[in-house]
């Protein structure tokens, strides 16, 4: 194997590793069979926020230091 794929592997090792860090692997188990899906559904739904959030904060920022892209649209 080249140099590059030995980095690759090591790598994308340690990203997966990394990711792996955020899924949770406890075997959860609930009395009721709705209790799984309301805690799946409210940790996706709070996933989401956060992530609309931040995104919508960087569109924000980027159209209030980068003058030249809310000239470029003037309806935004």
Known sequence: MTDF???YNNFMGKLYNF???FV???HKKFKVKV??????SLSG???????????WLMVM????Y?????QS????
Do not use: M, Q
């Open 73 to 76: 649209y003037p309806n935004l």
């Open 24 to 26: 949770c692997e406890e």
């Open 5 to 7: 794929g030995l980095c």
């Open 35 to 40: 209790g799984n899906v309301l805690a799946s």
């Open 19 to 21: 990711f792996k860090e």
């Open 66 to 70: 980068f003058p030249f892209i809310s």
């Open 45 to 55: 739904f709070i996933a989401g926020a956060v992530f609309a959030t931040i995104f």
């Open 61 to 64: 920022l980027f159209l209030k």
